[in-house]
Antibody
Framework: QVQLVASGGGVVQPGKSLRLSCAAS????????MHWVRQAPGKGLEWVAV????????YYADSVKGRFTISRDNSKNTLYLEMNSLGLEDTATYYC??????????????WGQGTLVTVSS | DIQMTQSPTSLSASVGDRITITCRAS??????LVWYQHKSGKVPKLLIY???TLQSGVPSRFSGSGSGTEFTLTITSLQPEDVATYYC??????????FGPGTKVDIK
């Protein structure tokens, strides 16, 4: 059973940075593209970023482009999301999610439990 | 970028009812569409991919159809455990992998 455990969320002031991590297990992490998806309180799902299986290709939502960086360490089976210049609009539960294949063009087939990021002064 | 819309925004139906949710894409996306179910307090769950293929383990009362710009998710006999928000999402082209705004389903 795919396991995705996200961590690193918390309360952060506007303009500050935060790094999320997602530990993957029970599947061959290096073979799959990975996503971050978020959900602001009372809002719908918003796709944030995707990274290819080898880390070479990355795409971002316009709302986070230039501020967020997705990365992965296949030797540690871990996905990351570095978030800079955080704004109130970034307050959300962030889900780490697995793609069914190596390509960045695919959807999500498994979701982690989410980590809450609250941007507040 | 391709935009996704859903209708209705919410619906209330009785146990055993047949319900249909519609998802529309602003440009043709062939059958590159998935449906997710998101229950309150839980993680989202993949229901259908490639517009009409049921993910393993998903009850057969769920079905999907459509291609191009218009898609539907149907629950043939609504059950209490189906209370959730349902999202469509396009894929298989350059990101962003846009979600629809969601349809909230509850029991009357």
């Amino acid at each position: 059973q795919v396991q995705l455990v996200a961590s690193g969320g918390g309360v952060v002031q506007p303009g500050k940075s935060l790094r999320l991590s997602c530990a993957a297990s029970e599947f061959t992490f290096r073979d799959y593209a990975m996503h971050w998806v978020r959900q602001a309180p009372g809002k719908g799902l918003e796709w944030v970023a995707v990274i290819s299986y080898d880390g070479r290709t990355k795409y971002y939502a316009d709302s986070v482009k230039g501020r967020f960086t997705i990365s992965r360490d296949n030797s540690k089976n871990t996905l990351y999301l570095e978030m800079n210049s955080l704004g109130l609009e970034d307050t959300a539960t962030y889900y780490c999610a697995k793609s069914p294949g190596y390509s960045i063009t695919l959807y999500v087939d498994y979701w982690g439990q989410g980590t809450l990021v609250t941007v507040s002064s | 970028d391709i935009q996704m819309t859903q209708s209705p925004t919410s619906l209330s139906a009785s146990v055993g009812d047949r319900i249909t949710i519609t998802c529309r894409a602003s440009q043709g996306i062939s059958t590159n569409l998935v449906w997710y179910q998101h229950k309150s307090g839980k993680v989202p769950k993949l229901l259908i991919y490639a517009a009409s293929t049921l993910q393993s383990g998903v009850p057969s009362r769920f079905s999907g159809s459509g291609s191009g710009t218009e898609f539907t998710l149907t629950i043939t006999s609504l059950q209490p455990e189906d209370v959730a928000t349902y999202y469509c999402q396009k894929y298989n082209s350059a990101p962003p992998h846009t979600f629809g705004p969601g349809t909230k389903v509850d029991i009357k």
